[in-house]
DNA sequence: AATGAATGAGTTTTCATTCAT
DNA sequence: TATGAATGAAAACTCATTCAT
C-alpha cells in the first residue's frame, strides 16, 4: 500500500546515497506527515540500509528538517527559471499564476511539507538558517513587475509584493491541498482540467484587483 | 507537556464524556495531526480513562472521524447563523469572508483537521455518509445571494457557486494555514490586525471579480 | 545462559509487580552492570511485560537508580539488625566485620552495583537524595562504640569513625569483589572458608590497629 | 604527521598503530567497562579508522583482552622498578604500599580494568595465558621481605605473602575505586591528601599486624 | 597498511489496545 | 458506568562488524 520500490542500489556512491535518502525522506514525509513516517519505509525507498541514514542525518527530525529545506530549493528552482523580467506585467502575473499551480500540483510534496511543517508550529523552519533568503529572490522578481506595470499604467501603484504572492498562492494553493474534502463535500473533479480553471480564475480576480483605478476591465 | 488539563471529572453522566471525549479529540487531533495524537493525552484531556474512550468509539479512527466530523458541523452551525438573505448582496459576501477568516483563525482546529484530512487522502471524510450534505446549505445560500446580486445588477450572472466559495475559503484559509511559515520565510506579522488586512484585500478582489462587466469600480 | 527464570506471574497487583521489577533489575543490573543489563530481561526475570517496566519506571536509567537505592537499603536493613549496643567493644567490631565479609559474600549485588556506580563516576547516586543519611545510622552506632572502648580503656581514642568503617569496608570488600581475577591470578581458593579467614585477619588487624597504646596484644 | 624523516620501515608504522590503539583501548574500557566501550570510540582516540583495529585485533573481545593484559603489564613493570630488597623491610612494606596507593590513584584504568573483569567473572583473565606469571615476581619479593623481617626479629614469622598482599590491595584499593559513593554517602573529600592518609593509616596497620608477638607499638 | 561506505542484529522506547474488576 | 493493570507489535536508534578499494 506504500509506495516502497526497492530502487536499485547505488553502491559505495556517498554523495548518491545521501541524495537518494534525501528524496525518498521527502516523499515519505509528504506523505505521511512528520509523525507517520517512518525512517525504514525511507530506507526501502531509497534503497539503503537504516543505519545508513542516521549516519548521514543524526536522527529523524534532522532526516525531516533536510526534507523540508529540500521541498524548498526545489520550488525556488522552479521559480528562478521562470523569465518574468522579459514578459509583460499581466504576462509575467499569469505566469507565475500558472507556475505555482502547476508546481503544487505536479509536486505534490510541496505543500503536504508545508502543512505538516504548519502544524508543527513552524518548528523546524525556524531553526533553517537560510529559510529566509530562500523566497526573497522571488519577492524581488514579483516587485519588478509590479513597477514596470505601474509606470506603465496598468497596474495600479502601491501594491505590496508580498501581499500579491500570497495572493496568489492562496488561490492556487487551497483547491490542491484541499483537493479530497473538496471532492467529497462539494463533489469538484478535481483534476487537471479543473485545476487549470482554478488557475484562469485566479488570474483574472488578481489582474481585477492589480488594475489601476480608472481603468475599464481588459479581461481576456 | 501538550496542553494538558486533567479536567474536573464528571462522574456517571454517559452524553458529558462523550462529549468531552469529542472535543478533547478534536483538539488533540489538530494539534498533533492523525499519527501524532495520542490517546493517553484525549483521556487525559477528557479527564476519563483510556478504556471509557474505547468503550465509547471503538478504536483511533473511529474517535478521528467523529472529531473530524465535528469540526465540520462547528463550522456549519456558525454558517447557519448568518443571515444572508437579510442583507445587500455585496454584504452578504462581505460579511461570509469576513466570517470566514473569523472562523478559521479562533477555531484553529477545522483548518488543522481539512490538512490533516487531506493528508490521509480524505480517506475518513469519503466513509462519513453525511459530509456531503454538511455544507450544501451555505451553497445554497450562496446560491441565492448570486442569483439577488444579478437581478439587482450588482453582479455579473453566470457565477457557479461552489467556484466562489472556494475562492472565499482559499484567501482566507492560507495566511491562516501557513502562518507559521509565511512568518519565517517573509517576516509577515501574522497577527489579529494581519489577518484583517488580508480578509479586506480578499473581499475587494472578490467584489470586483463579481461586479458586472460595464461596472465602474466602488470599492470602499 | 543468562539466569533467566521466567517467575510466576504476579497478576493485577501493582505493588508485587513494582517489587519484582525492582529485584529483578537489582540483580541484572548487579551481574551485567549498567551497559551490559537489558530490560528484556529484567522483564523476563520479573515475569512482566517491558512496557511495565517503563509505566513504573519511565526509563532503563531510572530502574537503574532505584536499584541501586534498593542495594543501599537492603544493606542499611541488615545493619540496622545488628545489636552493637548490647556487645563488648571488641566483639562489636569483629561482629561488624563478620556481617560486612558475609553480606558482600551473600549478596554478591551489592558490591557489583557499587562498582558499576563508581565506573559511572557516581553520577546517580550523585542525585538520589536521600543518598547521605542512608548510612549514617552505622556511622553514629560506630561512633558510640568506639566511645564506649575508649572509656573502658580497650581502644584508643580519637578514631574517626567514617575512617575505621572504611577500612573495614576495604578489608571485606577487595577479596569479594576482586575474587575471579585473584583466583586466576594469585591461585586463592576463594571460598566460604578462605573468605572467613581473610575476615578473621581483618578483626585481628583492626583491633590491634584500635588498641590502646600501651595495652599489650591479646590477640585471640 | 612528522615530516623530515627517511621514511620509516612499515613495520615501525604498524607497530605505532598497534600500540596507539593498546592504549586507546585500555581508556575507553577503563571509563566505560567492557559494556560501554566502542569500538569507534577507541578507533577515535587512537587517530586510526575502526577496519584498523578488527586487523590487529580481530573483535572487541580480543581488544579488551589485550587491554586488560595492558593494565597488568603496566602496574607490573611499576612494581618490578621497586628495589625492596635494598630496604630494611618495615620500609619496604610502607613503599609497597605508598606505591600502590599511588598506581591506583593514578593510572585509574588499573582499577575500573580489574572491576570489569570480576563483573564477567573473570571470564577473559581465564584465558590469558600468562595472567599467573604476571604478579609471581612480587609475590617473591614479599616473601624474600618477610623473611628477612622475620629473621630480623621485627616481623612475626608465618605470615603468607599472598594474603599480606591481598591486605595491603584492598586497604588501598577501596578508597579509590569506590571514591564517588564514598564522597557522596560518606562526605569524604576525596583527594590526593586524604588518599595519602589512608595509605599511612594502612602501613600503621599492617606493621602491627606484621610485629612479633612480644614488641610492643613503635607507631610514629 | 589503511579507510570510507555500508549493514544485520539487536536495544530502548512507545502506543493502541485489552483484561479484570 | 468506569478504571487501574497489563501487553503485543512496532518504532527510533545503536553498534560490532564487514565490504570494496
Chains 1, 2, 3, 4 share one sequence.
Request: hydrophobic share 45%; with cysteine.
Amino acid at each position: 500500500m506504500s509506495g516502497a520500490r526497492p530502487a536499485e542500489p547505488r553502491r559505495r556512491d556517498a554523495e548518491a546515497s545521501r541524495r537518494a535518502i534525501l528524496q525518498a525522506a521527502l516523499e515519505e514525509f509528504a506523505e505521511k506527515g512528520h509523525d507517520g513516517a517512518r525512517i525504514d519505509e525511507i530506507a526501502l525507498r531509497a534503497g539503503v540500509s537504516k543505519p545508513l541514514i542516521y549516519d548521514y542525518f543524526g536522527n529523524k527530525n534532522a532526516v525531516y528538517a533536510a526534507a523540508l529545506r529540500e521541498a524548498y530549493v526545489q520550488i525556488r528552482e522552479g521559480e528562478e527559471e521562470l523569465e518574468l523580467d522579459a514578459m509583460a506585467p499581466a504576462e509575467a502575473i499569469r505566469s507565475l499564476v500558472r507556475f505555482s499551480a502547476l508546481h503544487f500540483q505536479e509536486k505534490p510534496w510541496f505543500i503536504t511539507m508545508l502543512n505538516t511543517e504548519n502544524l508543527r508550529r513552524g518548528s523546524t523552519i525556524t531553526d533553517l538558517k537560510d529559510a529566509g533568503e530562500i523566497q526573497s529572490v522571488l519577492v524581488r522578481k514579483l516587485a519588478a513587475v509590479l513597477e514596470r506595470g505601474a509606470a506603465e499604467g496598468v497596474f495600479r501603484s502601491g501594491v505590496d509584493p508580498v501581499e500579491l504572492y500570497i495572493s496568489i498562492a492562496s488561490l492556487c494553493y487551497f483547491p490542491v491541498s484541499n483537493r479530497f474534502t473538496l471532492r467529497v463535500v462539494f463533489g469538484c473533479p478535481v483534476d487537471r482540467a479543473w485545476m487549470e480553471r482554478c488557475a484562469e480564475a485566479a488570474s483574472e480576480m488578481l489582474l481585477l484587483w492589480l488594475a489601476p483605478p480608472q481603468n475599464t476591465r481588459k479581461s481576456r
